[in-house]
């Protein structure tokens, strides 16, 4: 099956702002494929979590918006990245209730249940790299 | 600086939320709510979200402080007008937002209030006005 | 490597008149076509032969999963997903690729014709990749079918569970069939809307005509009720049955806060006791007063 990448486009997450920002962007993506309104919330939110802890946790990084096909679907696909402190524990943070700080430690393990397909790569020291994909 | 205005209603306030906010704003609507209640002796809020089209755990945090906040200074919240696709969102998510009264719209939101109000004028330690 | 070659050279020495005489096939089957459809025909022809050259000359054609060969496949699987929405059948997007072997072939002759083995291993070579590129189109056509077949799914199950009103403020979903997860998704969010649309603030679901509930259908079950809280409306399931009862219990699912009846005459008298109503029996209107 071969993935193809549509449309892209990539925003810098560094402020409160910059969170918003991201929500549109997912919004108008989810919207141009015809994403009903339950599924576009879906991604809009758990882009918000995703974006939020790349700014709090990883101090700032950037995402990449990409509408996405393949032979028989398409979806959005969300590369959030930073360049931060990195995850130790990668199960832990995905449990439902963890926090390192004071969160509802919902936002990761959340944003996973939000999506069909959900990847995290994190090394300690050199940052975190979460990506998400929503089928349509 | 940008703020979300705060309606004062004979003993309430009413709050609607029309923008996609971003954290430091929900932030300080938070601490407006708060010196708002104690200012205005208000004994009721009353928050519309008929017209966000998102709630994440941040906004779900803010509603529950909202909330816990408005009880120590004796008042009652009630969030309104919730969209089916934020409720579903946020459900997945696993929020349930616990302690927090809800109501359809305005008008129903307005009614919970009341009677929310009147249940806890009767927990007993009523205020001595009374 | 040297066939590989053969067919890309032919390709470029002979780009236009394949592409014609290949055009010449694709209407010879007596269709009568009209201009612009001919045009177009023209322009995706010569779109995917230069495609096709373009990935024989950079990739080879042993293998056609190589980075050159993406947008021959892209350019296919369009071509089919487009036809499989206008009802077109397999055969006819699959002979669109097979209608090239034809003019190829003759190509390969004038080039080759002398040399015997030369030339039988061109053809071999083009027959083989001309029937990979059609399975291809063949494999696509059909999933887009089935994905076709399973949206028309979706929206005939969107009307088969009407959300009915049985009071001003009172909403009943009659669950009937087999609920899977993808119903159940529709019918919920249908449900919530409805609580909305009509300010309603009580909404029975009612799973007595649902044989089965699995797990994931419990789940969604429960999570609407949590929908529901969260806009304001209370949500009763009614109809659970001791097999179902079972289930629920299964997941450790606690329902405490869900109130549940075993008729939906049974919720329904809670939804208008919550509410304020009461139901009076008019004695001197009954037929037998004790
Ligand atoms: N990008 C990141 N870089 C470093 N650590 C991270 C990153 N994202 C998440 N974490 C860690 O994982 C934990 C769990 O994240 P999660 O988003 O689930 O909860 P939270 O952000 O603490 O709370 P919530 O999102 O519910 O407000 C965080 O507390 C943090 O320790
Ligand atoms: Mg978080």
């Known amino acids: 099956m071969a993935m193809r990448v549509l449309n892209s486009e990539s925003i810098p ?29 879906k991604i809009v939110t758990a882009s918000s979590e995703l974006a939020r802890n790349a700014l709090d946790y990883g101090g700032g990084g950037t995402v990449q918006v990409e509408v996405v096909q393949n032979e028989t679907r398409s979806g959005v696909r ?6 931060g402190p990195g995850i130790p524990d990668i199960a832990l943070a995905l449990t439902d ?35 998400i994909l929503r089928w349509k | 600086m940008e703020r979300i205005p705060i309606l004062k209603m004979g003993e309430y306030l009413l709050v609607t939320i029309q923008v996609d906010m971003h954290d430091r704003l929900a932030l300080t609507l938070q601490e407006d709510l708060t010196s708002q209640i104690v200012k205005s002796r208000a004994r009721g809020v009353l928050i519309d979200i008929s017209a966000l089209e998102m709630v994440d755990s941040f906004i779900g945090r803010m509603l529950g402080a909202i909330a816990s906040m408005a009880r120590l200074l004796d008042a009652q919240t009630v969030v309104v007008g919730m969209q089916p696709s934020v409720a579903i969102t946020l459900v997945e998510l696993g929020m349930s937002l616990q302690g927090i009264r809800t109501a359809l719209d305005v008008e129903k939101g307005m009614v919970a209030l009341m009677s929310s109000i009147r249940e806890a004028g009767e927990d007993g330690d009523a205020s001595p006005e009374f | ?46 779109d995917f032969l230069s495609a096709l050259k373009n990935a024989t000359r950079k990739d080879g054609t042993t293998d056609i999963n190589g980075k050159e060969w993406a947008p021959v496949k892209d350019f296919l699987a369009d071509l089919s997903a487009g036809q499989a929405k206008n009802g077109a059948s397999p055969s006819e997007t699959a002979s669109f690729v097979f209608s090239l072997k034809q003019p190829v072939f003759a190509a390969l002759r004038e080039e080759h014709g002398k040399d015997a083995t030369a030339f039988g291993d061109a053809i071999w070579d083009a027959t083989q990749l001309l029937d990979k590129l059609g399975l291809l189109t063949t494999e696509i056509h059909q999933k887009s079918r089935e994905s076709v077949i399973s949206r028309q799914q979706q929206e005939m199950l969107e009307l088969s569970t009407p959300v009915v009103r049985l009071w001003e403020n009172i909403l009943a979903l009659p669950l009937i069939g087999t609920l899977d997860s993808a119903r159940t998704q529709i019918v919920m969010q249908n449900l919530l809307e409805a609580i909305v649309e009509t300010r309603s603030d009580f909404a029975i679901i009612d799973i007595t005509g649902v044989p089965v509930v699995d797990t994931l259908v419990a789940q969604h079950l429960l999570k609407t009720v949590a929908a529901a ?62």
Not at chain 1, 99 to 123: C, P, Q, V, Y
Not at chain 3, 4 to 22: P, Q
Request: glycine residues 10%.
């Open chain 1, 13 to 41: 997450i560094s402020t409160a702002e910059d969170i918003v920002r991201v929500r549109q962007a997912v919004r108008r993506s989810a919207v141009s494929l015809g994403f009903g309104i339950v599924d576009q919330t």
């Open chain 1, 78 to 83: 969300l590369v959030f990245e930073d360049q």
């Open chain 1, 97 to 131: 209730g963890y926090t390192s700080g004071n969160g509802m430690g919902l936002g990761l393990s959340g944003a996973k249940r939000l999506s069909h397909e959900f990847d995290i790569w994190s090394k300690p020291g050199s940052g975190t790299r979460v990506s």
């Open chain 3, 1 to 46: 490597m040297s066939s590989n070659n053969a067919l890309a050279d032919v390709f470029e020495k002979r780009e236009n008149e394949i592409a014609s005489k290949w055009l010449e096939l694709q209407f010879a089957d007596g269709r009568k076509a009209s201009p612009t459809a001919h045009t177009e025909a023209g322009r995706r022809s010569r």
């Open chain 3, 229 to 290: 809280r969260l806009m304001g409306a209370d949500c009763l399931i009614s109809g659970i049955r001791p097999q179902i009862a079972q289930t629920i219990i299964h997941l450790g699912v606690d329902l405490t806060n869900v109130t549940t009846k075993a008729t939906l005459a049974d919720a329904f008298a809670v939804a208008l006791k919550r509410s304020g109503h009461s139901v009076v029996r008019d004695a001197a209107k009954a037929g037998a007063p004790r």
